[in-house]
C-alpha cells in the first residue's frame, strides 16, 4: 500500500502516516493522515491519480490531526494549480466528518489559482471543534482538475481567540544565541493570526521587549494594523504597550518572559491577506 501512495503523491512537507479515513471510495487519492502544527500543511497530487470524471465522488480523502496546542475552531482549504501556466481545478466541494456527524463548507470560493473554503466548527448541530490531539476526517471534490500534471492541496489550521478567529502560524522559539525568528503563513485566511512565541533559555535572561515587523510576498500588502502580546490563551498582559509604525511594531513594558516559559504573540492585518506574509521578530533579553 505504501509503494502505491508513493506514486500517487508527492509530498511537500511532513510524510504522510497511517491513512485513519476507513470509508473513502475506492478510486479516491488517500491523503493520509495530515498534522496540522501551524502554518500551511501542503500535500502535491498527481491529476492522473484523479477519477475520472470528477464530480461523481470525493477526489481525495485524509485525516486531519490537531498538533496546533490549542483547539482548532476552524480550516481553511485550497486546492491549487502548481503553475501559472496550467488551468485551474475548479467547483466541488469540501465535508468534514467527525464521527459520523458531517458539515460541509458553505462558503466554497473560485480563486485565480483553484478553489478556497473555510470551515467554522461552532456552529451548532456541526463538526465540533478539534481538540488539541483530536481528528477530523475531510473529503474533496472537485469539478474540474484543470490541466496540469499535478495540483497542490493547503491547509491552514485556525482557532477562536478572545478577539476573533486567527490563523495559527508556527511557534517562535528564542534564545540569546537566536534572538530573532521568523514566521510565515502562504495561505492565510483571517485578518488576525496567533503565534506561540517562547523564551528558550533555562535560566537568568528573561525577555524584556520585543521590536518586529510584517512583510508580505507582494507589495505592497494589506498592511499591519496592531499587534498583542498576551498570556497563552488569550488573556491579555497588564503592562504591556505596543507601538505600530507601518509594518514594524515594538511591545514594552509587559512582565518579563521567564525562561522555559512561552507568551503568545497575536497579528491583526488590517484586511484579510491578499498573498502571503512573514512574521519576523526580535527579543531583548535582560
Known amino acids: 500500500m505504501?509503494?502505491?501512495?508513493?506514486?500517487?503523491?508527492?509530498?511537500?512537507?511532513?510524510?504522510?502516516?497511517?491513512?485513519?479515513?476507513?470509508?473513502?471510495?475506492?478510486?479516491?487519492?488517500?491523503?493520509?493522515?495530515?498534522?496540522?502544527?501551524?502554518?500551511?500543511?501542503?500535500?502535491?497530487?498527481?491529476?492522473?491519480?484523479?477519477?475520472?470524471?470528477?464530480?461523481?465522488?470525493?477526489?481525495?480523502?485524509?485525516?486531519?490531526?490537531?498538533?496546533?496546542?490549542?483547539?482548532?475552531?476552524?480550516?481553511?482549504?485550497?486546492?491549487?494549480r502548481k503553475s501559472s501556466s496550467n488551468s485551474a481545478p475548479s467547483g466541488g466541494s469540501t465535508k468534514f466528518d467527525q464521527n459520523g456527524t458531517v458539515q460541509q463548507s458553505t462558503n466554497h470560493t473560485s480563486t485565480a489559482d483553484g478553489v478556497k473554503s473555510n470551515t467554522d466548527f461552532q456552529p451548532a448541530g456541526g463538526v465540533d471543534p478539534v481538540?488539541?490531539?483530536?481528528?477530523?476526517?475531510?473529503?474533496?471534490?472537485?469539478?474540474?482538475?484543470?490541466?496540469?500534471?499535478?495540483?497542490?492541496?493547503?491547509?491552514?489550521?485556525?482557532?477562536?481567540?478572545?478577539?476573533?478567529?486567527?490563523?495559527?502560524?508556527?511557534?517562535?522559539?528564542?534564545?540569546?544565541?537566536?534572538?530573532?525568528?521568523?514566521?510565515?503563513?502562504?495561505?492565510?485566511?483571517?485578518?488576525?493570526?496567533?503565534?506561540?512565541?517562547?523564551?528558550?533559555?533555562?535560566?537568568?535572561?528573561?525577555?524584556?521587549?520585543?521590536?518586529?515587523?510584517?512583510?508580505?510576498a507582494s507589495t505592497p500588502g494589506v498592511g499591519l494594523a496592531t499587534v498583542e502580546l498576551t498570556a497563552v490563551g488569550g488573556a491579555a498582559l497588564s503592562g504591556a504597550q505596543v507601538s505600530v509604525q507601518g509594518n514594524q511594531f515594538t511591545i514594552t513594558g509587559f512582565r518579563p518572559l521567564r525562561p522555559g516559559t512561552s507568551y503568545e504573540l497575536l497579528v491583526r492585518l488590517a484586511a484579510a491577506p491578499t498573498s502571503g506574509y512573514t512574521v519576523e521578530l526580535t527579543a531583548q533579553f535582560e
Open 2 to 80: 505504501k509503494s502505491t501512495l508513493a506514486a500517487i503523491l508527492v509530498l511537500s512537507s511532513l510524510a504522510v502516516g497511517a491513512v485513519a479515513w476507513t470509508r473513502a471510495p475506492q478510486s479516491a487519492v488517500l491523503l493520509g493522515s495530515i498534522e496540522l502544527k501551524g502554518g500551511v500543511e501542503k500535500r502535491s497530487v498527481s491529476t492522473s491519480a484523479i477519477p475520472n470524471p470528477p464530480g461523481a465522488g470525493p477526489e481525495m480523502v485524509g485525516t486531519l490531526v490537531n498538533k496546533t496546542g490549542a483547539t482548532m475552531g476552524d480550516v481553511t482549504v485550497e486546492v491549487k
Open 131 to 216: 481538540h488539541n490531539q483530536g481528528v477530523v476526517d475531510v473529503e474533496l471534490d472537485l469539478t474540474s482538475v484543470g490541466n496540469g500534471a499535478e495540483i497542490e492541496v493547503w491547509f491552514t489550521p485556525s482557532r477562536l481567540t478572545p478577539t476573533g478567529h486567527a490563523d495559527v502560524m508556527t511557534a517562535m522559539e528564542l534564545s540569546t544565541q537566536s534572538p530573532s525568528v521568523t514566521s510565515s503563513l502562504d495561505g492565510g485566511y483571517h485578518p488576525l493570526s496567533v503565534m506561540l512565541v517562547t523564551n528558550l533559555m533555562r535560566s537568568s535572561s528573561p525577555i524584556v521587549a520585543f521590536t518586529g515587523q510584517v512583510r508580505f
